[in-house]
């Protein structure tokens, strides 16, 4: 009689084998092996085969880019049992000691220590206890890896510190670390007894290459794109690429590796979603944001992530409007920002980019995540756009007739952007400041512009309140004579001052010429542009009415000044100062010399010097 046992269809088979990780799979066995960090490798290899080994290493870097990796294999290198047959410093791979040490199998001559669980002084005195004892052969090393180094406290480091000068003989000790700075902090004089080495993040073109080799080993078809996708995820650590390839192949039923599989399996944001982000910013519609933004976030889609994303998207914009690479994107995402690229400026791209630098931290620690990533979107979209300056001045040259203000406090700025009707002399002296006074006052003066055409004299409509734009006349081109040598400073048109105004009562403008002893000049370009200042505002309305017969007795004193401008007070308070003369000027200005030079100071008081101009 014949019992039939059920079988559990759960238990394993008997035949079936333990599935391995790919990260574990596909571990290097021999330096060659290891991605990118051939700086390491090499010299390392280097030194087995010249037995040159060093008693101490420290190994640096992000994680998943090999330390550990490099430390076994440096490990299976020395206890190789064909290392006398090979000079390349390589290690054989399958060997007994090598199988051990690379599976992490128990070894008597290879420890790794986790610094993470074992930092504290009672573990460094028993690493240093059991590093006394020989290895287990007679040609071979014993190996110590500590991994997560920069955990160990400073008093376990200072317990090392003596075996890490003196070391035993075949004794080596290789730290790992992610942040070597806290080494540094902790217990500088360790760094000076090991060799240091920096491992490299792997670009996302070593990654790509890698996983297809592995998945063609592993007989799994993939998307381009889907493999680009695992790359930008990894951040440059190829464990980490592995794992999320692992990860990915256990969502789903096929066996090919499509980009819809790795967006799902890792919660990413689609392309399409990133790019209409960014044409809702590039195209200026701030009401589409709100939709947008809770249609992701209903969703499920992570802000963080999506700022992420977004940010990695505008950087690729702005590499393709400088007309470089983006780098690592797909064909169809090049191909669509390739397109949207006229719409955006290279200035603008770096705006939002900044922008989004500074919000991102703001997001990730914000109690109300969607809240400030609205409005950050929507900042973006009602962002001014920058204008290239040759824009600026080809508008300029359409306005016409118009005065451009500045603040009070703000720094004078001199604009190139104007075309003269007639052109400054070649050998015009640089522009001039008004010399100090006993209460300083902003003087900015206008930016240049072009005559009108009639050729008149032409001053602004009826005058403004106090403290608005300054009242500008232009003068036409000079008929009998032009005007001669360069244009004067404004100590030469203070002393010329009482002229301008005996030429207005010739010319019967008495009331005019009254008004002009209570108006100080206060600055002069190079272009011949002079400004005026009222010192009360109640005297600007009829000095702005009378401007272009002031501006004519100017150019029959003065006919270098080509353009007038006047302004009231900034700040429309009358002012109470005495009137500007030449005596006044210079002694200002030896006043400022002696409290520069106290010599000078010395020499003028004891002689009675007078400045000469």
């Known amino acids: 009689m014949v019992c039939a046992i059920p079988v559990d269809p759960r238990a394993p088979r008997e035949d079936s084998q333990p599935v391995i990780a790919l990260a574990r799979k596909y571990r290097p066995k021999n330096f060659a092996q290891v991605a990118v960090q051939t700086h390491v490798s090499n010299t390392l290899k280097g030194a087995i085969a010249r037995d040159r080994v060093a008693h101490g290493y420290l190994l640096c870097g992000p994680r ?7 430390a076994r294999v440096l490990a299976m290198a020395l206890n190789c049992e064909n290392r006398k047959l090979r000079d390349d410093g390589e290690p054989c791979g399958t060997c007994s000691a090598c199988t051990r040490i690379w599976s992490g199998s128990a070894s008597l001559d290879v420890i790794e220590i986790d610094a993470a669980s074992n930092r504290g002084v009672d573990d460094a005195r028993d690493l240093r206890e059991r590093a006394m004892y020989a290895p287990s052969t007679s040609d071979g090393y014993k190996v110590y890896i500590v991994d997560e180094a920069h955990m160990l406290t400073r008093e376990a480091w200072n317990a090392l510190l003596k075996i890490l000068e003196e070391p035993p003989p075949r004794v080596v000790f290789v730290f ?9 902090q902790t217990a500088a004089p360790v760094l000076s007894r090991l060799q240091r080495f920096d491992l490299r993040r792997i670009n996302p073109a070593e990654i790509r290459d890698r996983l297809a080799s592995v998945l063609d080993d592993e007989g799994v078809s993939y998307d381009s794109d889907a493999l680009h996708m695992l790359a930008r995820a990894a951040d440059g650590g190829l464990r980490d690429a592995l794992s999320l390839t692992d990860q990915v192949l256990a969502f789903g039923d096929d066996s090919r590796l499509t980009s819809e599989r790795v967006r799902d399996a890792l919660g990413l944001v689609p392309e399409d979603e990133l790019l209409a982000l960014l044409a809702i910013i590039g195209e200026r519609r701030a009401a589409d944001v709100f939709a947008a933004v809770e249609r992701l976030t209903n969703l499920g889609v992570d802000l963080v992530l999506l700022l992420t994303g977004l940010a990695d998207l505008v950087r690729a914009q ?6 470089g690479d983006p780098g690592a994107v797909s064909s169809s995402v090049r191909e669509r920002l390739t397109s949207m690229a006229p719409q955006w400026r290279a200035g603008d791209l770096l705006r939002v980019l900044q922008l989004m630098a500074e919000v991102e931290a703001r997001l990730r620690r914000s109690g109300q995540p969607q809240l400030v990533f609205e409005t950050l979107l929507v ?31 703000a720094p004078p700025v001199a604009s ?26 902003s003087s900015v003066p206008a930016a240049p512009r072009a005559a009108p055409a009639s050729g008149k004299w032409a001053a602004q409509p009826p005058p403004p309140a106090p403290g608005a ?8 081109p000079a008929t009998s004579a032009p005007a001669g040598g360069p244009v004067p400073d404004l ?7 009482d002229a301008v105004m005996a030429a207005l009562k010739e010319k019967g403008r008495g009331m005019i010429a009254a008004m002009l002893a209570r108006v100080q000049p206060v600055a002069v370009t190079a272009g011949g542009l002079l400004t005026l200042e009222c010192d009360d505002p109640g005297d600007y309305p009829v000095v702005a009415d009378g401007l272009p017969q002031v501006a004519e007795a100017l150019r029959d004193v003065l006919p270098a000044i080509t353009r007038l401008q ?11 100062r005495e009137r500007l003369t030449t005596d006044g000027v210079r002694q200002e200005r030896v006043a400022s010399l002696t409290k520069q030079d106290p010599i000078l100071g010395a020499a003028v008081q004891g002689l009675d010097l007078e400045l000469m101009e």
């Open 64 to 70: 998943g880019t090999g330390k550990t990796t490099l």
């Open 176 to 184: 790992a670390t992610t942040e070597p700075q806290k080494i540094a």
């Open 318 to 323: 702005l590499a393709i409007v400088l007309g």
């Open 379 to 409: 900042r973006l979209a009602l962002l001014d756009r920058t204008l290239a300056l040759e824009e600026v001045l080809a508008g300029l040259g359409d306005v016409g007739l118009r005065s451009v203000s500045v603040p009070r406090g």
């Open 416 to 441: 190139r952007a104007a075309t003269l009707e007639r052109p400054a002399p070649p050998d015009a002296s640089p522009p001039h400041t008004s010399p100090p006074r006993s209460e300083p006052r």
């Open 469 to 476: 734009q300054p009242a500008v006349a232009t003068p036409p």
């Open 491 to 497: 100590h030469r048109i203070v002393d010329e001052w």
């Open 566 to 576: 006047v302004k009231p007070p900034a700040d429309g308070v009358p002012v109470s």
